[in-house]
């Protein structure tokens, strides 16, 4: 069982049963881990009329086999379900170490089904597995749940858990682990999920050792990677990914008001950059998830002042853009109390911030009034209208009642008028790049599974400055055309691939790409994979998500983007006017994934990555 455990928890809530069974080797053989063997149980799992909200819905977490390893940035797990928001396929990438602490326990994954009659949390301690009443519990945010769990379990324990927000029903709700450190599954809406089954927390620990097949051979692969990352990376081992805030405004990828700007907000981003953040003295400590060396989260506090503090996890670039240059507040200290107020509550702060600046520009037209919001008045860069709008959507008050179920949700609500200004692809909202600003980024966004989101494929980074030697690959320019809808899939098969075997993605930039982590596949686990090999399994794990979405109606007319990204280009001084030519990517993309004009897998595709 070189690189896994060989044991999954079954545990059906109804009837509060445990069950542990082997891990289905095969389908780990074809699929690998992580992401890849979450979606090809929860396949099995499903039906075609499977509904988000119900008990039949199963919630997989699933380690992958470079978890609880010596491997580079290995402390990740995974987290796959239908999600409340899109009604279609979901999944969630976590780091910190949780994931590591399962399968030291003896696990690689869990899967939940059922919903129980009332409040429960697990707790894992090694192989006792108990599940326990949560009554107690059911009320206290992510961060006051920590300590009674621990005193009631271990103190060494780590705990994935909801926030009050899910309690009361919001669909933008996500998994939130290790407390103040506030790693979070965070897109999808699995909070929903777990509330759904009135699972409150999991708490776990572990002592075991995950056995690898060439221990030696790992550790001077890690040991060669590590110093080339944390010497490439530089940066963001100092200001973690606020590093990223200002080239991010320079290149035309800052979301600025609801995406819609035609400025340029320089001073704005100084203002909530890393730099600002460091010489405000907000940044204490870097956290590191397992295996890693770069140390990009980093623990914050605001000391004094109207937006006082806790200490704990800060705000990333994706919350300092959407819960900052989106609503155009320039505002760090009140940025990092959002922050805070969206990890204690357990919501998306990607979520949250489209949702806000959404709302902000909503209110501008009239569709949402003074009457809506208790009298607050929504207006753009107001850091205390947006920090009543996080506790709006948090508590499920006011208009946050409605914004806390999601895109789908909420313009349905608002009616037709409210469509162009909702940016989101398949209900998700667009995370903090901008895919005017690179093309193969937009087909992407159209394509992803999980709807809109950069991880997914990362083609950004593929296409801007990213070279693979070992794969032959070469940026070709963000703004070029040909070519960009195979690199989206060629990309998105790789982050399948990272996903699945848990890597972090943002090792990338400091060298830890496909070829190493196939050396390190072969080290841990002692197959004989190659590049290819995984680039394959990466591919067919897409393809059996695509299929999920395509038996719940996704074809072609899905695959789409916010009118906004197709038609108002962004002409400041130092921008291209570019807008990316979608249908004509799709058209190769298609092409290149082997499915039909539709964007159904073709039944030779099917056959040739022997998905049944």
């Not at 949780?98 to 429960?120: C, H, M, N």
């Not at 623990?299 to 819960?323: A, D, F």
């Not at 895919?435 to 193969?440: E, V």
């Not at 400091?510 to 190493?516: H, L, N, V, Y």
Request: net charge neutral; aromatic share 6%.
């Amino acid at each position: 069982m070189n690189g896994y455990r060989g044991r999954l928890l079954r545990i059906d809530l109804t009837s509060r049963t445990v069950k542990t069974e082997s891990l289905e080797m095969e389908w780990a053989g074809k699929y690998i881990g992580g992401s890849g063997l979450a979606t090809r149980y929860l396949y099995d799992l499903i039906k075609q009329n499977t509904r988000p909200d119900e008990p039949e819905n199963p919630l997989i977490f699933m380690t992958g086999p470079l978890c609880g390893t010596p491997s580079l940035t290995s402390g990740r797990h995974h987290v796959a379900a239908l999600s409340p928001l899109t009604g279609l396929y979901g999944e969630s990438d976590c780091g910190g170490y949780w994931g590591e602490q399962l399968k030291r326990a003896g696990y690689d994954g869990i899967i939940f089904t059922g919903r129980a009659s009332g409040p429960v949390y697990l707790w894992i301690n090694d192989g006792n597995v108990e599940i326990r009443p949560a009554s107690h519990l059911w009320g206290k945010d992510t961060y006051d749940l920590q300590a009674p769990i621990k005193e009631e379990t271990d103190s060494r324990a780590l705990v994935a858990c909801i926030g009050t927000a899910a309690e009361r029903g919001a669909l933008i709700a996500n998994i939130m682990h290790e407390g103040a450190h506030s790693r979070a599954a965070g897109r999808c809406g699995f909070g929903a999920v777990m509330a759904n089954k009135r699972l409150k927390a999991i708490a776990v620990k572990g002592a075991g050792q995950v056995e690898i097949a060439d221990p030696e051979g790992l550790k001077a692969l890690v040991k060669h990677h590590a110093a080339l990352a944390a010497d490439h990376l530089k940066d963001m081992r100092k200001y973690g990914t606020a590093r990223m805030i200002q080239p991010s405004e320079q290149l035309g990828s800052m979301p600025i008001q609801n995406f819609r700007y035609p400025h340029r907000w320089e001073e704005g981003a100084a203002k909530i950059s890393g730099p600002a953040m460091e010489e405000k003295g907000l940044l204490l400590k870097s956290y590191f998830c397992g295996g890693c060396v770069i140390g990009c989260g980093k623990t914050v506090q605001v000391k004094e002042g109207p937006y006082r503090t806790s200490v704990g996890g800060g705000p990333e670039y994706e919350t300092l853009n959407l819960l900052g240059a989106n609503l155009l507040v320039d505002n760090v200290e009140a940025i990092c109390l959002a922050n805070e107020l969206c990890n204690r509550y357990g919501i998306d702060t990607v979520e949250t911030g489209s949702l806000a600046a959404f709302a902000m520009e909503a209110f501008q037209e009239g569709l949402i009034t003074a009457g809506d919001t208790g009298g607050v008045a929504l207006n753009w860069g107001d850091a205390d209208a947006m920090l009543e709008l996080v506790r709006m959507i948090g508590e499920r008050r006011e208009v946050g009642a409605i914004l806390s179920q999601g895109y789908n949700h909420t313009i349905q609500r608002l009616g037709p008028k409210a469509v162009d200004m909702a940016i989101q692809v398949k209900g998700l909202a667009i995370p903090a790049h901008d895919p005017r600003a690179y093309n193969g980024l937009a087909c992407s966004y159209a394509t992803s599974n999980r709807g809109a989101h950069h991880t997914s494929g990362q083609t950004h980074l593929y296409e801007h400055r990213l070279k693979v030697p070992e794969i032959g690959h070469e940026p070709s320019g963000r703004f070029t055309v040909d070519g960009k809808g195979a690199l989206a899939a060629l990309t998105q098969n790789i982050m399948n691939v990272l996903d699945s075997v848990k890597s972090c993605k943002f090792a990338q930039n400091g060298g830890w790409t496909i070829g190493p982590i196939a050396q390190a596949c072969r080290f841990a686990i002692g197959t004989s994979d190659s590049i290819e090999d995984l680039i394959l399994k990466g591919e067919r794990s897409f393809n059996l998500k695509r299929l999920i979405n395509v038996q719940r109606g996704v074809t072609r007319k899905d695959d789409k983007l916010p009118k906004r990204m197709l038609t108002l280009a962004k002409t400041a001084a130092g921008y291209s006017a570019n807008l990316p030519p979608l249908e004509k990517m799709l058209d190769e993309y298609y092409q290149a994934r082997g499915w039909s004009k539709e964007g159904i897998p073709l039944p030779e595709t099917l056959a040739r990555l022997e998905i049944g």
